[in-house]
């Protein structure tokens, strides 16, 4: 690539006309000699932000063919561009400028995509309008060419010598796994991915995921490494491990930023970044600050300090979170579609309670403390024993930790067998999940005293998610057995390993009787937990669940 930054190619006069795709006409202008603007040609639109970015998209599928930042080229790998899921195909794209805004306009069947560029900035900004399933999924993979940034995210270095599971787990010599997967973070958990080296930074700032489905905690892709180079996703609906149906409607901005090797400005995070400079474009679907509104709630009673608790806005339509305050509960959500949202509080990952809302344009909802009834925290039932905390994750099972990054036949992972004695660190014990075809069956030893014994007493446990209808059947002491439970309805697709334990919580319950025990207070009773489905195959991909947590009622 040379020097010139892509500033030879030939400019000319470009007015949006009555044509134009769907959601453009609002832009009309003409392309100034001026380092910001933008050209054709021939091939590409492409656009000079004035500052140190210069990039192409495709006038036949609206890929985005070059991104030359500083004189190189970061567009590319495997001979593949940048683009909404693995390429459109022959799509209508066309231009235009107003003022200090570029907007390229991407028209496929009911898909309208949107690249912004901002005069004098390092940035790019994507909207992605999906309207139906005519397109599978929704994803922007920026593909990055190798050799440009070090690999920082070991775990999702995907080309390893052995596959393990499917196309998209590996293993490499030493027995590590990696996988794109792999991220480890919730939706939550960050504003932005990407890599630095050089002096340069490149990121992908997300959107705020108000069209997005799995709320706060879902996880998926982030990026990966291989050996074509690299790729950054925004992923906006993805059915691995997925627990809602899909939303449709304009998602975004998301943005492509530059720095000069430091994290993006905060001022482009979800919740923070101000585009009313987009108010004027005409995107289709687009819904400016003055359109939405606001949810504040004064506080929240009833919770468990020890945990951090979520609010969260849900709808066919929209979804959104936000964070309660320590110290009582405050929570303020803003930027919400108008509408009437169910409301829910996560202690943790676990719902705890659930309203309703209604949300009005330019309006802020103020809503009165919430208070959690007792009965709707699991934690908060007395128990003779209890493995685990109840807030909707696996947290402090053996091996919960490793499994938002690595595979389960990972050599880093504790053995997944072994039984477990209450009392002598149960909880780092007993494995995180449990398989039919790996350690169904797990024992875990406990004692009474002679009153405890005497009576019945109700066995719960806690999951997140399931695969192929895993689900536990118990067994006290060799002498009573429960009925196979009937399956909560989960995910269908793989979850325990591909880094997500998240799916819809349940508690199974089990009403065991006092003929069950045995009477001597120094005897230990014995648990079996057996995993049961006629679903899965075999070794990690049999039927399984994840574990929340597992407790004896007084």
Same mark, same amino acid.
């Given at each position: 690539?040379?020097? /010139?930054h892509?500033? /030879? ?15 453009t ?9 001026a ?30 063919t ?10 590319g790998?495997?001979?593949? &561009?940048?683009?909404?899921?693995s ?6 794209? /066309? $231009? ?26 390092n940035? $790019? ?16 993979i ?6 440009? !940034? ?32 792999y ?19 490149l ?36 059915? #691995?491990?997925q627990?809602?149906? #899909? ?8 943005v ?9 400005? +905060? ?7 101000t ?8 995107? /289709? ?33 929209? #979804?959104?979170?936000g ?9 303020s959500?803003?930027? %919400? ?5 169910t409301?829910?509080? !996560? ?9 309703? %809302? ?13 208070? $959690? ?15 685990g ?32 004695v ?7 014990? !007993?494995p ?24 019945a ?15 536990? #059947?118990?067994? %006290? ?8 439970? +009937? ?12 880094? +997500?334990?998240?799916? &819809? ?50």
């Amino acid at each position: 690539m040379s020097g /010139s930054h892509g500033r /030879s190619v030939r400019r000319r006069t470009f007015v949006l006309g009555a044509t134009a795709a769907a959601g453009t006409a609002a832009l009309a202008g003409t392309a100034r000699a001026a380092a910001f603007g933008w050209s054709d040609d021939g091939s590409n639109y492409v656009v000079d932000t004035g500052a140190d970015l210069v990039f192409k998209v495709s006038r036949t599928n609206g890929d985005l063919t070059s991104l030359i930042y500083r004189g190189t080229d970061y567009q590319g790998y495997g001979g593949m &561009n940048s683009h909404i899921e693995s390429g459109l195909g022959t799509s209508t794209v /066309s $231009i235009g400028q107003s003022g200090t805004t570029i907007l390229i306009s991407v028209a496929h069947g009911t898909l309208r995509h949107y690249y912004a560029a901002r005069s004098g900035e390092n940035n $790019i900004y994507l909207w992605t309008d999906k309207a139906d399933t005519s397109v599978s999924a929704t994803r922007y993979i920026l593909r990055v060419k190798k050799g440009l !940034f070090l690999n920082d995210e070991p775990d999702s270095y995907t080309y390893a010598p052995t596959t393990v599971e499917a196309s998209d787990v590996f293993a490499k010599s030493d027995g590590q796994t990696r996988s794109k997967h792999y991220s480890g973070l919730r939706v939550m958990d960050y504003d932005h991915v990407g890599w630095t080296g050089g002096g340069v930074g490149l990121w992908i700032v997300r959107s705020n995921h108000e069209k997005a489905s799995g709320g706060p905690f879902y996880r998926s892709l982030l990026r990966h490494q291989s050996a074509d180079g690299g790729g950054l996703y925004e992923i906006l609906y993805y059915g #691995q491990n997925q627990t809602e149906a #899909q939303r449709f409607g304009l998602q975004g901005p998301y943005v492509i930023a530059f720095t000069d090797g430091g994290a993006p400005s +905060s001022s482009l995070f979800p919740g923070k970044l101000t585009t009313s400079w987009a108010d004027s474009l005409g995107m /289709s679907g687009y819904v400016g600050a003055g359109g939405r509104g606001r949810v504040a709630g004064v506080g929240i009673s009833g919770r468990n300090t020890a945990y951090p608790y979520t609010v969260g806005l849900a709808n066919p339509a929209a #979804q959104y979170w936000g964070s309660a305050r320590a110290s009582d509960g405050w929570f303020s959500i803003g930027g %919400v579609l108008p509408g009437t949202y169910t409301l829910t509080v !996560f202690k943790g990952e676990l719902a705890v309670y659930t309203g309703s %809302v209604t949300v009005t344009a330019a309006g802020t909802t103020t809503l009165n403390t919430i208070a $959690i009834p007792s009965s709707n925290d699991p934690g908060n039932a007395s128990a003779i024993w209890r493995i685990g905390d109840w807030n909707g994750t696996p947290a402090g099972f053996k091996n919960a930790g490793l499994m938002t990054y690595a595979h389960p036949s990972d050599v880093r992972a504790a053995p997944w067998t072994g039984n477990v004695v209450v009392g002598n660190d149960e909880t780092a014990s !007993f494995p995180c999940y449990l398989w039919k075809d790996v350690n169904s069956g797990i024992l875990v030893y406990f004692k009474l005293t002679a009153a405890q014994a005497a009576a019945a007493h109700t066995l719960r446990i806690g999951v997140t998610t399931a695969y192929a209808n895993g689900r536990p #059947q118990v067994t %006290v002491n060799d002498t009573w057995t429960s009925a196979i439970p +009937s399956p909560p309805t989960q995910p269908s697709t793989r979850s325990l390993t591909n880094g +997500s334990y998240r799916g &819809n919580n349940h508690t199974f319950t089990y009403s065991v009787p006092a003929s069950a025990w045995r009477t001597d207070a120094g005897q230990y009773n014995v648990l079996r937990i057996d995993v049961v489905s006629g679903s899965g195959t075999t070794g990690y991909l049999s039927a399984g669940t994840a574990i929340d947590a597992i407790d004896l009622l007084a």
